[in-house]
Nanobody, 132 residues
Framework: QAQLVESGGGLVQPGGSLRLSCQAS????????IGWFRQAPGKERKEREG????????????FYADSVKGRATITRDNGANRIYLQINEMTPNDPGVYYC?????????????????????WGTGTTVTVPS
């Protein structure tokens, strides 16, 4: 059975950098769109924001939410079946529970991030805290 497990959350100081990883098992990531989502404190899960997504296969087109554009980078290591998110210059607006996701059906980076289109797998989430 496919499983996604995030790691790397914790306390990040304002101005610091966050690096998260997501290990996939039971699922080959290479062909599929991937994404990172953030559920801000006090928000419901349905209000989560798609912060960074990437197409599958050879395209590797990336999409970033305005809130992280210029500060975030999504990458994938197909050999290790793992995806990463780095966000630099963290601010008190960046904390939350971060989830990785995989979209397998007609999913593109923008569709995944903006509409959660075609997502079949979600991680369990990792919590990031940024003190104000």
């Amino acid at each position: 059975q496919a499983q996604l497990v995030e790691s790397g959350g914790g306390l990040v100081q304002p101005g610091g950098s966050l690096r998260l990883s997501c290990q996939a098992s039971g699922l080959i990531l290479r062909p599929y769109a991937i994404g990172w989502f953030r559920q801000a404190p006090g928000k419901e899960r349905k209000e989560r924001e798609g912060v960074a997504c990437m197409d599958g296969g050879r395209a590797s087109t990336e999409f970033y939410a305005d809130s992280v554009k210029g500060r975030a980078t999504i990458t994938r290591d197909n050999g290790a079946n793992r995806i990463y998110l780095q966000i630099n210059e963290m601010t008190p607006n960046d904390p939350g529970v971060y989830y990785c996701a995989v979209g397998t059906t007609g999913a593109t980076a923008q569709r995944v991030c903006q509409w959660e289109f075609g997502i079949d797998y979600w991680g369990t989430g990792t919590t990031v805290t940024v003190p104000s």
